[in-house]
């Protein structure tokens, strides 16, 4: 069974790129999920799919703790997880063509104004992250609030690699709309009303990318 140590792994060192191949001890799939919180959706993925390789984001230490915890007393051994600044990350770290799937929920929406600057999804990460993505990959978002969804929507229509899909996908995790992470069913009891969005990645210039809710 893996230890907390085993999944629990440093971020790369100044000037590496991350080496999934040497992360997992093989060269498979690989999906990554930033802001993981304490790790039920990456869990449930990496019990249900033993063949796919799993890499969780999250920067609060005592949370990603529980995760790793989490992870190694149900022995999956398909999940390695990162304490770090994901989009540093992403712009600095992160190989072309690695991911498969990139798993973004309820991401810091950072409600004021002067703080919007700090927001994660901004045009130079989804550059970077759709350079991450393997021809095909997909990524999908989800939100409770509006007003960073509408930026959310914007940026990932102005990425011209990108084309819409459905969100719901069975195959990612996505059953009947429901993801079930911790924010999700909070949110959902609470009666927010919630946003997303998916897109794959193409080669070639797509149009525009509408979503709904």
Not at 35 to 46: D, Q, S, T
Not at 112 to 141: E, S
Not at 182 to 208: M, T, V
Request: proline share 7%; hydrophobic share 40%; net charge positive.
């Amino acid at each position: 069974m893996p230890t907390v140590e085993e999944i629990l792994v440093p971020a790369p060192e100044p000037g590496h790129l991350l080496d999934p191949a040497r992360l997992f001890g093989n060269d498979r799939p690989l999906e990554m999920e930033i802001g993981v919180g304490k790790g039920g959706f990456l869990l449930r993925r990496a019990r249900e799919y033993p063949e796919i390789n799993f890499l969780g984001i999250e920067w609060a230490n005592k949370i990603i703790r529980y995760a790793a915890d989490r992870m190694a007393r149900w022995g999956v051994a398909n999940v390695r997880l990162i304490r770090t600044d994901a989009r540093h990350l992403m712009l600095h770290h992160m190989p072309a063509d690695c991911l498969t799937v990139l798993h973004i929920y309820h991401p810091d929406p950072w409600p004021k104004k002067r703080h919007h600057k700090r927001r994660l999804i901004q045009p130079d990460f989804m550059a970077a992250a759709v350079r991450a993505l393997v021809p095909g990959g997909r990524i999908a978002v989800q939100t409770d609030h509006a007003e960073y969804f509408e930026q959310i929507r914007a940026v990932i229509a102005a990425e011209t690699r990108l084309v819409p899909v459905s969100f719901e996908d069975a195959q990612t995790g996505v059953v009947e709309g429901r993801i079930e992470t911790n924010f999700e069913i909070k949110y959902l009891r609470e009666g927010r009303k919630i946003f997303r969005i998916a897109a794959i990645r193409q080669d070639s210039p797509a149009g525009g990318l509408s979503a709904g809710s």
